[in-house]
């Protein structure tokens, strides 16, 4: 029997989610965001449970609708890529998005040397760049979005796309209504990867998941030609859009969702023929509905990590905002006529920076290494020689560029709009203009000290987050298993030794991950994956309900009919949101002894106000600027209390058990992984604000070498009489606020990452949360959190870490 049928799919009648759009509750914090909790002093554990990772090809979706709860309307309205049946030709007054020009070969400019895709690979790039989950697409007016009133006719879909990629964004939500086409965005998101081809091993995916290029990894590989055929008979109903429940705007259409099938297999109704032409010019030729299974199974989707989905705001959402303020300024210094004129130049910019960013990243960044290697260079001298091929082969070949691929992401997802925004104030003084600079010539990323860290594809600068030398050794030996004062002591002995310790090479330092991804772990979670052998599961119970989960390969290896994956219980449970970040519940997880033992331990280890560092920070200098000195600073940001489960806590049988149960539903059992219990209670009128589980603005605790927190595992310990909600307040992670709720209950667990699946050194925007005013009676709950690497016995002391991480932040990683 699968082990998903030992789980009971049952719904509980108190629905514990709710699904509302709610812009005004984010509004709130969005723009003060403090630093999670601080941690506690880390105490010690042993042993380890890990599994093989699995991985195949593309699987087919299906065309089953969800339960019968949800709306399934077919609506053309909502769905960019067929609200037109008719595409035109873009009027002459509106020539076609240029990309900017690669600066003369042979340059030394290290910054905007890059090496550009064909227009026929960018289009299929941007094809799927706006991807499931990051954006919700409105109409508007901008005066630049104007000169697109059109796009091209279904039959012409692909020259369309050729003359003007980004004409495939511009379809309306509002054009069947209206019968014209409004054909352009207002608030554009970009998603959080780019395709760049079908076919061929993908440049992102190495098979070992060390982060870094395998051998055989390929750039844009050219995939099958294709004469506009479907592959596959219900093609059409596949990728028809569907709205989802009421109030959910997100469209299920399954050649965005699950590209890797549709995009090739489904070609003609996905009008992504483009995208499986060769990248060399020439025209289609074979059959995309003769492509034999077997090769099916061994196609990629060639996707590559840029960051988190880039997200242009709204001009009213951003206006006064700290955001702006500056840009205002220059601009009114500058002599600009109008900030609607110098917005619609950006929402301009900001389309040409996002197309730059996905020709970099799959043109330069991924696009070498076709030897495997992390490119070690022999000379280490790091300059660009006029003699390399290409500066995509100087990069590659740079010391270290393999920790620099893996890092440089757009943590920030408004790294896109900032770099628009700079071209746009560039672009009217002649301050800082470089003719010859190049796309990534602009005051941001040359004047922003952290740019090349915090947006490293925008800025075109991963080159730059090379570690050369001492560096990298630093930052490699921190993460293998020794001490920043052992690595100090040794770096000063080795400074006269050249020789390496061949026979005692450093022993990595271990990822939770081993192989699997967030979505393996849910999967198994859910039933729709196996365990590995050797563990006992018997005694662990639950009800899962799905609140939301990717939908990108929903279906891969599932051995559930998709129907069932889309529904809680017969269909009678909330529906579930596809497309977000994984959000789950799992029902009589704890038993009512084990809530109470977890109560009482708080009880007796005694309670003390949460802390968030930047809260009290705040509310001193609050006070300080009022004048008040004496009284003790009232956190604003959380206001609940809590006990840490340290020492005979977490020797108690009680608690040793709910870490194992814990343990065996994550599959990682290594105590080591997690921090310690942290036991949270409110009482009426307490609550936590918007926040993330992952510390830190900046998102650096990837240096860390316990890594960040990957996944929040969250206890709920007693009934809640009135609030006290768990609210994600945005789980598009596009701004729409889009929200999910879930309601304490005793013995309830809920599970959510803080990072991508596919990345777990990259954060995940969508899983910003609140834990909502309890209105009556006391909610008790608690934080398990598991970290990407070792938490308990981290090779560095923590504080020492602060230090190191300053100097590869502000020393290293820019030069
Ligand atoms: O209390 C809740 O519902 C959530 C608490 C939380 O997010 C946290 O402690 O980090
Ligand atoms: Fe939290």
């Given at each position: 029997m699968a082990l998903w049928q030992f789980f009971v799919f049952s719904i509980d009648k108190t629905n514990p989610t709710t699904y509302f759009?709610?812009?005004?509750?984010?509004?709130?914090?969005?723009?003060?965001?403090?630093?999670?909790?601080?941690?506690?002093?880390?105490?010690?554990?042993?042993?380890?449970?890990?599994?093989?990772?699995?991985?195949?090809g593309p699987s087919r979706p299906s065309t089953a609708q969800p339960g019968t709860t949800h709306s399934t309307t077919t609506t053309a309205a909502t769905d960019p890529f067929r609200s037109n049946t008719t595409f035109l030709v873009p009027p002459p007054h509106h020539p076609p998005m240029a990309l900017p020009n690669p600066p003369p070969s042979g340059s030394r400019t290290r910054r905007g040397k890059y090496s550009l895709l064909s227009r026929r690979a960018v289009c299929a790039i941007l094809f799927a760049s706006i991807g499931p989950g990051t954006g919700t697409l409105a109409?508007?007016?901008?005066?630049?979005?104007?000169?697109?009133?059109?796009?091209?006719?279904?039959?012409?879909?692909?020259?369309?796309?050729l003359l003007d990629p980004l004409s495939l964004f511009r379809a309306s939500a509002g054009s069947s209504s209206s019968g014209s086409p409004t054909p352009c965005l207002e608030r554009e998101s970009f998603g959080a990867f780019v395709l760049v081809g079908a076919g061929g091993a993908a440049a992102g995916d190495d098979s070992d998941d060390n982060n870094e290029a395998d051998a055989g990894d390929s750039p844009a590989a050219s995939g099958p030609a294709c004469t506009?055929?479907?592959?596959?008979?219900?093609?059409?109903a596949m990728a028809a859009p569907v709205v989802r429940a009421p109030g959910n705007p997100l469209p299920t259409h399954q050649c965005l969702m699950n590209p890797s099938y549709m995009l090739e297999r489904c070609a003609r109704s996905c009008y992504s023929c483009f995208a499986l032409g060769g990248d060399d010019g020439t025209e289609p030729g074979a059959e995309c509905g003769q492509q034999q299974e077997q090769e099916?199974?061994?196609?990629?989707?060639?996707?590559?990590?840029?960051?988190?989905?880039q997200v242009l705001p709204e001009a009213s959402s951003v206006r006064g905002t700290e955001v702006l303020e500056d840009w205002e300024e220059e601009l009114s210094r500058r002599g600009l006529p109008s900030f609607e004129r110098a917005w619609a130049l950006l929402t301009e910019e900001f389309y040409s920076v996002a197309t730059t960013t996905a020709g970099y990243m799959a043109g330069t960044v991924f696009a070498n290494n076709h030897d495997g290697s992390d490119g070690d260079n022999d000379d280490g001298n790091h300059e660009f020689d006029d003699d390399d091929d290409s500066f995509a082969a100087f990069a590659a070949s740079l010391h270290g560029y393999g920790p620099a691929?893996?890092?440089?992401?757009?943590?920030?997802?408004?790294?896109?709009?900032?770099?628009?925004?700079?071209?746009?104030?560039?672009?009217?003084g002649d301050e800082n203009k470089d003719e010859d600079g190049g796309p990534f010539q602009n005051s941001y990323c040359s004047g922003e000290p952290r740019a090349a860290q915090l947006c490293g594809p925008a800025c075109g600068a991963c080159h730059e987050l090379v570690l050369t030398g001492s560096e990298l050794q630093t930052y490699e030996d921190c993460l293998t298993n020794e001490t920043l004062d052992a690595f100090v002591e040794s770096k000063e002995d080795d400074e006269n030794d050249e020789d390496q310790d061949e026979e005692n090479p450093p022993q990595p330092y271990n990822n939770v991950s081993n192989g699997r991804t967030i979505d393996d772990l849910f999967r198994r979670v859910l039933g729709e994956l196996p365990y590995g052998d050797g563990e006992d599961r018997s005694g662990l119970t639950y009800t899962p309900t799905v609140l939301s989960r990717p939908s990108i390969d929903v279906h891969k290896h599932s051995?559930?009919?998709?129907?069932?994956?889309?529904?809680?219980?017969n269909g009678d449970g909330p529906p579930v949101l596809l497309g977000g970040p994984w959000i789950v519940v799992l029902d009589g997880f704890l038993t009512d002894e084990e809530c109470d033992?977890?109560?009482?331990q708080g009880d007796s280890i005694g309670r003390e106000q949460s802390t968030i560092e930047d809260d009290l920070e705040d509310e001193e200098e609050e006070q300080e600027e009022n004048g008040d000195s004496e009284s003790e600073p009232e956190p604003e940001w959380r206001t609940s209390t809590t006990a840490?489960?340290?020492?005979?806590?977490?020797?108690?049988?009680?608690?040793?058990?709910?870490?194992?149960?814990?343990?065996?539903?994550?599959g990682v059992l290594d105590e080591d992984y997690y921090e310690n219990l942290q036991v949270l209670r409110y009482v009426p009128g307490q609550y936590y604000n918007e926040h993330h589980d992952e510390e830190g603005d900046q998102h650096d605790e990837k240096f860390l070498p316990d890594g960040p927190r990957v996944l929040t595992f969250f206890l709920y310990l007693n009934d809640v009489e009135d609030g006290g909600e768990t609210r994600f307040t945005d789980v598009l992670g596009d701004g729409t606020g889009v929200y999910v709720d879930v309601k304490p209950k005793k013995g309830r667990s809920l599970l959510w990452p803080s990072m991508l699946s596919g990345d777990l050194l990259a954060y995940d925007v969508r899983t910003f949360h609140a834990a909502l005013e309890v209105r009556k009676g006391t909610k008790h709950a608690a934080n398990a959190w598991l970290h990407l690497r070792d938490y308990r016995n981290c090779p560095c002391a923590y504080d020492d870490l602060e230090e190191l991480k300053e100097k590869l932040l502000d020393d290293v990683m820019v030069k």
């Open positions: 759009c709610n812009p005004s509750f984010r509004e709130k914090a969005i723009e003060q965001r403090p630093t999670a909790t601080s941690k506690p002093a880390p105490a010690p554990s042993p042993t380890i449970d890990r599994e093989p990772s699995n991985e195949s109409a508007s007016a901008t005066a630049s979005c104007e000169a697109t009133t059109a796009a091209a006719a279904a039959a012409d879909y692909e020259r369309a796309c506009n055929l479907d592959g596959d008979e219900e093609c059409e099916q199974e061994q196609q990629h989707e060639t996707r590559v990590s840029i960051g988190v989905g691929r893996r890092s440089c992401r757009n943590y920030d997802p408004l790294c896109t709009f900032r770099v628009a925004m700079a071209r746009v104030l560039d672009g009217l051995n559930r009919p998709l129907s069932e994956v889309l529904s809680n219980g033992a977890l109560i009482q840490w489960c340290q020492e005979s806590c977490v020797d108690d049988p009680v608690v040793q058990r709910i870490q194992r149960k814990i343990g065996l539903t994550t």
